[in-house]
């Protein structure tokens, strides 16, 4: 299939451009730092004949247009579309700047709208696509010390489900994938931010390659609604999104046990 991917640089992205590489698919892989994008294909690997890279800012109509022309004249068309590319700095209510809160909802939010309308007005004049939008379980369940990313990813969320709605009827299906915290650098930054803690309360980070077993085993072949992963946790924030109360309880006891999560980490005596 033909394919368009964004954050590649690094983390998701890069992992997941190399599997879908590796399995046939042709691809575009973007992302607004160009070095370091070449840096990925390096160590990598990648062929320049199944992987194309190119520079996106995602907060750019103009760029996303550039990139929907790229895959109609390099690669015929685009299938899938992968709106990986996602921004996070951890910051109490009280704390967060003007440009926090700008660039969380550019980045996250409007990144993620952009890129979706721009292939879907492809995909429905083909009749047929698929757009997979990288939400958080922050999407369901608001994340003290993390209240922009919990935003930005609600609104992530709610354009998701509405354009699956509209877009269904013409052929065009949208996923929503919500996953747990995820081992990559943009995890890394928050170990020794308290205001991050909830987001290290799991049993253990997910890595890439669970994400990318999901999308090949799942979310491409069966084109879900939504996903959660991993599944526990994903009910646990399911719930807290149905009972907020609930997650007034739940909090002093999960920032405890992400506390110590992160205590362990940065002594090297726990898992990333």
Avoid at 30 to 36: F, P, Y
Avoid at 174 to 201: G, N, W
Wanted: positive net charge; contains cysteine.
């Amino acid at each position: 299939m033909r394919m368009v991917l964004t954050g590649c640089a690094s983390g998701i992205g890069r992992h997941l451009a190399g599997a879908l590489a590796r399995k046939g698919h042709r691809l575009i892989a973007t992302d607004l730092d160009e070095v370091a994008l070449a840096g990925a294909a390096e160590h990598e690997g990648w062929s320049a004949a199944s992987v194309i890279r190119q520079k996106l800012d995602v907060r750019s109509e103009a760029e996303w247009e550039t990139v929907m022309e790229a895959a109609e004249s390099e690669l015929g068309g685009i299938d899938v579309l992968f709106n990986i590319a996602g921004f996070l700095n951890a910051a109490y209510v009280t704390d967060f700047t003007q440009r926090d809160l700008d660039i969380h909802l550019d980045v996250n939010a409007k990144g993620t709208m952009l890129g979706t309308r721009a292939a879907a007005r492809r995909m429905v004049k083909a009749g047929v696509g698929h757009i997979v939008n990288i939400g958080s379980l922050a999407s369901l369940a608001p994340i003290p010390g993390l209240s922009l990313y919990s935003a930005s990813k609600f609104a992530v969320r709610g354009f998701t489900l509405a354009a699956a709605t509209e877009l269904r009827p013409r052929g065009v299906a949208v996923t929503l994938i919500m996953p747990d915290a995820v081992a990559t650098p943009m995890l890394d930054k928050q170990l020794d931010r308290e205001e991050a803690a909830l987001t290290f309360s799991g049993s253990r980070p997910l890595t890439v390659a669970d994400i990318a077993r999901v999308v090949l085993e799942h979310v491409l072949p069966e084109r879900p609604l939504e996903v959660t992963i991993p599944q526990g946790r994903g009910l646990l924030a399911r719930a807290a999104n149905t009972a907020p109360h609930l997650a007034r309880v739940l909090a002093p006891m999960l920032l405890k046990k992400g506390k110590k999560r992160q205590e362990e980490i940065l002594r090297g005596t726990g898992k990333r």
